[in-house]
């Protein structure tokens, strides 16, 4: 009994963290504008100091942007670009460019 109210609880907070990373691709996209210029049109930086974000997880993108947007990471161009984004805007993006 105990073992399976421990799985029932794990396998609902699973079932939470994934639909709470659940964004829409294409408002991602609409919402990458600002993106483009370090990270470029595809993902894919041409700058070497910046990351591509092609491909990465869905996962790392909302942990990292997340990170930025509350100052638990401390960059000044993505800080200042991470502050203003909800928590919807971040799973966008982040659906966005790991569908890439």
Known sequence: ?????????????????TSALAGDAAAGKAK???CIACHGADGISAIPNYPNLKGQK???LVKQLTEFRDGKRSDPTMTAMAKPLSDEDIADLAAYYSSL
């Not at 073992?3 to 963290?17: E, Q, Y």
């Open 32 to 34: 990458s504008t600002t």
């Open 1 to 17: 009994m105990k073992s399976t109210l421990i799985l029932a609880v794990a396998a609902a907070a699973a079932l939470s963290a």
């Open 58 to 60: 869905e996962a790392y």
